[in-house]
């Protein structure tokens, strides 16, 4: 029964703390995959999703849902700026020039959100109707909030699913990740195409960043400090892809949550180890296609 | 006289020595005399040209993007630092022994993380690092974890010249092994395995195709990559007699890809510009508000990188003032 109920315990944890991951990330194995920009700096849309949402709530005194989205739209529209000022002018460019720029812009967001927000973590008062735990087997139970991140995060996976598999934009992406010259010659604004795609992901990143506060705590470094999880959960999962950064999202966030309560002094130690256990036998991720 | 005997006379005249290459090692020996409170920064900035020319190797000749160098300064800086408090005090074997050990985990590291490409290879490269530091925070019994290591105690240098606290003999020793170093990479990229290097940075398929070993050519330039690496650690942690997790952060990978850039990667000088110039600016500005500093860089190398690609070195180049490529 104890067995069990610890069992339960990481498994729901794991897979809350998978949802926030994924939501997070998935953009970046879109954008990677679509515009080939190596963009580090995903991390920083997430984050600032977090801070805007705090804002909302703590200094506008908007309802939990209104903040949330408000910090969707702020950061979509400040990726719109960023891709025409900023992210076009490396479409082409090398690696090197895409990774030196994002690793700036990472030292950037932790300059400015320490500047706005100060130093210590700040927290999220959730709604009343979202707070409490529900009882499940055993002494394990579930909090609300965390109840409600799996059921948002599976309804987030199954829309972008569909999205991409059912709908003409949907098309318009595959056919631009698989051949951009093609899907170009073929009639698909690309140009469009990629604001649109980049605007998308950095607001899924924002809501990942919002939805998540309150297990990955904000706090300036946020970019940085999670910026391996985020890589993990598309380099495995594949580029290009809202199927494969799903699958790797449930792996390593059930697999870190059980390393940190069954050996917590370990730390990330075995995540660590498994990631390069599989990335020898697999070296292109679970779902990676070919070349 | 044949294609080839010409194009050998080209690469023979490119590869020999040029007057402008005495003047970092001029300038280095001239701050030891004219600022002789500065000898502890011009110490760091020795180390850190030497861990940028660590990077040089990987990035600007094989091309080899990584963000993850700092887990083999790390690695070394801790093993002279543990073999000091071991009981070990002899400097010059104690960096043998840490590039050693920094260039086996290369070996190891590099198999996996060299068989994999772009985010994926990027993503291992920090991923190598986190994992040494979970493990160097968690032994604290060894390391001293959170706190660092200290107590290094190093013995005099071949018995004679002892660590003062001037730093005299801190600044001369490192600038002697990063010359050493710094020769044995100069005859390596000139060599025909450098040469080969440079051609699996422009055209992996095609070298593949001639017959060269891509894969094992990669992992021989990773392994020694990150053994000068870790001697560029050792030489830290012996000349501060310190080692801590700072030296296993991303922000040194970060901050040494920035060096080597700002000053042109593929070129063998730019790590001697880039980390002068960076670590100067951070000792006159990051003193009062380090977070400040980290905005005004990140600012400084996406503008760098916008506008003047390819380094200062590559500027002097671009304007015709006779900089070569690597």
């Known amino acids: 029964m104890e067995l069990l109920s610890v069992a339960t315990g990481i498994v729901a944890t794991g897979t809350a703390y998978a949802m926030v991951l994924y939501i997070a990330a998935v953009g970046l194995s879109v954008t990677m995959g679509l515009l080939g920009i190596a963009n580090l700096a995903h991390g920083a849309f997430a984050m600032a999703g977090g801070y805007a949402m705090v804002w909302g709530l703590d200094r506008l005194g908007l309802s939990f849902g209104v903040a949330v989205l408000l910090a969707c739209v702020l950061v979509g529209v400040a990726s719109v700026v960023m891709e025409r000022v900023l992210y076009r002018r490396f479409y082409a460019r090398s690696e090197l020039d895409q990774v030196v720029m994002s690793v700036g812009l990472l030292f950037m967001s932790v300059a400015v959100a320490q500047f706005l927000f100060g130093p210590s973590p700040l927290s999220v008062r959730l709604p009343g109707l979202l707070t409490g735990s529900v009882p499940l087997v055993g002494d394990a139970s579930l909090p609300v909030y965390r109840g409600f991140l799996i059921l948002f995060g599976g309804a987030i996976f199954l829309l972008l699913w569909a999205g991409i598999e059912r709908t003409m934009l949907g098309a318009r992406i595959r056919a631009a990740v698989d051949n951009r010259f093609m899907a170009q010659a073929v009639g698909v604004n690309t140009d469009l195409l990629f604001v649109t795609v980049f605007a998308l992901g950095s607001m899924l990143a924002a809501l990942g960043g919002a939805l998540g506060a309150d297990m990955m705590a904000l706090t300036p470094d946020y970019a940085l400090a999670h910026l391996v999880y985020f890589m993990i959960v598309v380099a495995v999962g594949g580029l290009g892809s809202v199927r494969g950064p799903f699958v790797a999202a449930l792996l390593l966030g059930i697999g870190d949550t059980a390393c940190k309560i069954l050996a917590p002094q370990a730390g990330a130690f075995f995540v660590y180890v498994a990631l390069f256990v599989l990335l020898l036998a697999r070296p292109r991720g679970l779902f990676g296609r070919t070349a | 006289m044949s294609a080839r005997a010409a194009a050998v006379g080209v690469l023979m005249r490119r590869r020999s020595w040029r007057w402008v290459e005495a003047l970092p090692w001029v300038a280095a020996i001239a701050g030891f005399f004219l600022l002789p409170n500065y000898l502890q920064l011009g110490t760091q900035i020795l180390v850190m040209i030497l861990f940028a020319l660590s990077l040089d190797l990987l990035l600007g000749y094989t091309g080899i993007v990584t963000l993850g160098h700092a887990a083999f300064f790390g690695l070394g800086a801790y093993t002279a630092g543990l073999l000091a408090t071991g009981g070990w005090h002899e400097p010059l074997s104690g960096l043998v022994a840490a590039a050693a050990v920094a260039a086996a985990l290369g070996l190891v590291a590099g198999f996996v993380i060299l068989r994999t490409s772009g985010l994926a290879l990027l993503m291992l490269g920090m991923a190598i690092t986190l994992l040494l530091y979970e493990v160097a925070n968690n032994l604290n019994g060894l390391t001293g974890g959170a706190d660092g290591l200290s107590g290094v105690e190093i013995a005099p240098l071949l018995g004679r010249f002892g660590f003062d606290m001037y730093g005299r003999t801190s600044y001369l020793y490192a600038l002697a092994v990063l010359f050493v170093a710094f020769l044995l990479v100069r005859a ?92 100067i600016a951070q000792d006159g500005l990051a003193k009062e508000n380090p977070v400040f500093w980290l905005f005004w860089l990140g600012l400084f190398v996406i503008l760098l990188v916008v506008f003047v690609p390819g380094g200062l070195l590559g500027l002097r180049a671009r304007l015709g003032l006779g900089g070569r490529d690597g």
């Open chain 2, 188 to 279: 390596i990229v000139w060599a025909p395995f450098g040469r080969s290097l440079v051609g699996i940075r422009q055209n992996p398929a095609r070298m593949q195709a001639m017959g060269v070993s891509v894969f094992a050519r990669r992992l021989a330039v990773f392994v020694l990559s990150a053994g000068l690496a870790g001697l560029a650690g050792a030489v830290s942690a012996q000349t501060s007699q310190f080692a801590s997790l700072d030296n296993l952060s991303f922000d040194l990978s970060g901050t040494v890809l920035l060096m080597l850039v700002l000053g042109g990667p593929g070129r063998l000088y730019g790590g001697f510009i880039g980390a002068s110039v960076l670590m």
